[in-house]
């Protein structure tokens, strides 16, 4: 098919595995303002692990043509013929928690910049019921000239890419779609069917689509800042937290959320785009910002435990060395955007404690440039007061803990994925 051309806007965790998967059948171009990861791609290697070698390198094209497949650049000459703008920026949230719209406004504004009449474009980013059509579509007109619904269109079709999940892959995924006019969303709509194999489900309007999307990960949220209230009030009671989840469980409609960490560029941010939005309209979320709450003061509370059975154990606390196991957001993956682990290694050095992060997983440089720690992919060779197991990487499953651990120390185990027999406390 030639007459659509695709133009891929962002190639990170959400833009890369899309723009492969288009350029299956389409024409794609993926545009990227990171010169280093437009090279990187292009030399057929994916770091973020998204997209094996061997299927990124299945679809790439040396340049830009009307042919399927994939040519990826810096270059915003290359996407002038394009006909589809997919953007697939990050909305981070800043250190206030209030949403930061710049890399979507600068996206709109690069679009802007190449746009002709009869174009759709098309946001993927999370964001708060309304920005699209309130913020973006604005910052198109503008940079343009041209006339939104009239000249050119827009649709809102919101990513659910899980990163690090080999089993939902986004064409596994079905998608939520929708356009700013009735036939619009119909294009939009035909677009991701013909490669998305679980099907589609068009909304009827972009604000719909907006909205389903920011209370997906909203609605995750509070459940699981319910299992970690839950663990903090059993924990008192000395009551296994998994224990009880697992009795609950047996019956048939016991939601299965379990206690942990919770960041990451989805569940972390999302819940403060809904309740930012609200509070424009003059209504102060309760329960949504009550469980981010919670969920944001467990590292610390992991921290306090960690300590409390140091102490318990005549192990001192100061200068004690620690090995905190994962930085990364989730298991077996790179991403270490908004990790809530590092919640947990900050709570530690305020007490006094050295601790060294092992995570085989995470690049040594990202974790350096997001939060200026030192992290090391190899196990170090010496032994530790305390380990504290923050993210469940297979790699930790089967770690030889008795040549890790001194005479006298502690295991605290926040992912319940290591034997009773080895560690001292679960969360």
Known sequence: MIDKKIAIIGLGYVGLPLARLFATKYAVVGFDINKKRVAELMSGTDSTLEVSDESLQSVLLEQSTKEKGLFCTDSIDSIKDCNYYIITVPTPV???NRPVLTPLIKASETVGKVLKKGDIVIYESTVYPGATEEECIPVLEKISGLEFNKDFYAGYSPERINPGDKEHTVEKILKVTSGSTK??????????????????????TIKVAEAAKVIENSQRDINIAFVNELAKIFGLMNINTHDVLEAAGTKWNFLPFKPGLVGGHCIGVDPYYLAQKAQEYGYHPEIILAGRRLNDSMGNYVASEVVKLMINEDINVKNAEILVLGITFKENCPDVRNTKAVDVISALKEYGTNVTIFDPWAKVEDVKNEYN????????????????????????????????????????????????????KTL
């Open 373 to 424: 720690l030192d992290s090391v992919k190899d196990l170090p060779n010496k032994k530790f007061d305390a380990i504290v197991l923050t993210v469940s990487h297979n790699e930790f499953i089967n770690l030889d803990f008795e040549s890790i651990k001194k005479e006298k120390s502690i295991i605290y185990d926040v992912k319940n994925i290591l034997p009773e027999s080895i560690k001292n």
């Open 94 to 96: 800043d250190k206030n």
């Open 183 to 204: 036939e619009i969303g119909e294009k939009v709509d035909d677009l991701y069917k013909s490669v998305i194999i679980a099907g589609t489900h068009l909304a009827p």
